[in-house]
């Protein structure tokens, strides 16, 4: 009799623990690792799920900015440069926080390269400081060498996207 009532603790047990390792969301509990699919600038979706890069935002596709007094497309090219950098490799996403459409917020990396960072460093995207400052010295560094965005006049990409009811 004593023997069964063991068994029963442990099963309970082992009941609870499970159930408890299910109300963690997926994003928590794993790394996501794979060949992305560029969406835009910022955001990748690697085995249907949708990730957006932590910290950064570049344009959205259809943004653009002025270079040499015509208007250009800036944010169909930050897409191409967010491609460009990951080719055809697999990448690793770490992030815990959902946002409100979903996506992983997460740092992604290619090998050592921290992908969001990049970005910002090559231009193709700003550091956003009201998220976190990871990606502020990047953003001097790309402004002063006048890279992607910054040899442009352009709207900063949340101040594009509330004006024109993107979220």
Request: aromatic content about 8%; overall charge negative.
């Amino acid at each position: 009799m004593g023997r069964a009532r063991g068994w029963t603790g442990i099963c309970a047990v082992l009941a609870l623990a499970v159930g408890a390792a299910a109300l963690v969301p997926a994003a928590a509990r794993a790394d996501i690792v794979g060949k992305p699919w560029v969406v835009d600038g910022d955001t990748i979706e690697i085995a249907g799920r949708r990730i957006a890069l932590f910290g950064i935002d570049a344009p959205d596709t259809d943004q653009t900015c002025q270079l040499d007094g015509r208007e250009w497309n800036c944010g169909r090219d930050a897409m191409f440069a967010l491609a460009n950098l990951i080719g055809h490799h697999w990448v690793v996403c770490k992030g815990e926080t959902v946002d409100d459409d979903g996506r992983l917020l997460a740092v992604c990396y290619l090998g050592a390269w921290d992908i969001n960072g990049r970005m910002v460093r090559d231009g193709w995207a700003l550091a956003r400081r009201d998220l976190a400052q990871d990606y502020v010295g990047a953003e001097i560094e790309a402004k002063r060498n006048g890279a992607g965005l910054w040899r442009s006049r352009f709207q900063p990409p949340w101040e594009w996207a509330a004006s024109n009811l993107i979220q």
